[in-house]
């Protein structure tokens, strides 16, 4: 996908264009939020602007169209890449996206119109099974459109967050690509969550708990959740092995839950051991 990168970044005009007509092709919003943020980290903010709302037009018809996540997926990226771009930290970049994408939770946007209610009453006519479960939450005192809401706001800004932070690592890389061959790979490899980093998660997760603002919980562990492919990622790098290991994680990772554990507990360790240093000062 170099080619694209190199016929975008030939003007403001080839990447306005560009941007606006991959948001505007359903499912191709992930190549306009690229192209954005590529934009945004070459150029800056201010520079990338024509871009970005060319990308923001399209994407606001959508959002009228009753689709928010082009324009959520748009506006988190180009605030991680302003992030990666002015601090050169991922984890610092991640940190904020995910605090970005859980107020968007919170505040409803991934909501359809009208709320969770109408969704809850159209899933209790269609199925009588999902009716009894409904039931039985609202005979134990739960609020079952309260608990819909969060559940589907949530589910849909989990998605967002990782379209945004692979909209990210598409633009990092095409501007490795085209200004710094094998800088990305670099980059990527040595990603690792900083004690403070870690404490700030914490701290954000605690919080969310305590002040009963459920979306911090669900998107905080997504940093470290990056951390933890990227260690994967540099230690298969530090050892040479063959790629067929990364696709084999992959795998492994989408289809199961314990990897996923297992992952974040590596990413973890690793905040404090640093596995790729103490392996690259072996080699």
């Known amino acids: 996908m170099l080619p694209i990168a190199r016929f975008v ?64 997926c748009l506006l988190l990226v180009t605030l991680m890449a302003v992030v990666l771009r002015s601090r050169l930290r991922w984890s610092e970049a991640l940190i904020i996206g995910a605090l970005a994408g859980a107020v968007m939770i919170q505040i409803g946007i991934f909501l359809p119109p009208g709320g969770a209610g109408p969704m809850l009453e159209q899933l209790r006519q269609s199925a009588p099974e999902v ?11 739960l609020d079952t459109e309260q ?8 589910v849909t800004g989990l998605v967002v967050l990782v379209a945004a932070v692979t909209c990210l690592a598409l633009a990092r890389g095409w501007q490795a690509g085209l200004y710094n061959p094998g800088g990305f790979r670099e980059e990527f490899h040595a990603l690792r969550m900083a004690p403070r980093e870690l404490a700030v998660l914490v701290v954000l997760g605690g919080a969310g708990m305590l002040l009963g603002i459920v979306a911090l919980g669900m998107l905080m562990w997504v940093p470290l959740m990056v951390a933890g492919i990227a260690l994967v990622h540099g230690v298969i790098g530090l050892k040479g092995m063959n790629g067929l290991w990364l696709v084999a994680f992959y795998v492994l990772l989408i289809t199961t839950w314990p990897m996923i554990l297992i992952v974040l507990l590596l990413a973890l360790i690793d905040v404090f051991a640093d596995f790729r240093g103490r392996l690259a000062s072996r080699n």
Do not use: C
């Not at 009716?131 to 005192?141: C, V």
């Open 147 to 154: 608990l819909a809401a969060m559940v589907i706001g949530g």
């Open 9 to 72: 970044m030939r003007g403001t005009p080839h990447a306005a264009g560009g941007a606006a007509l991959a948001t505007l092709v359903p499912w191709l919003f992930w190549l306009g939020a690229g192209i954005a943020a590529l934009v945004t980290l070459r150029r800056g903010l201010s520079s990338a602007l024509p871009v970005i709302v060319a990308a923001a037009v399209p994407s606001g018809w959508w959002w009228a169209q009753g689709d928010v996540i082009p324009l959520a």
């Open 131 to 141: 009716d009894r479960m409904l039931t039985e939450f609202a005979n134990q005192g």
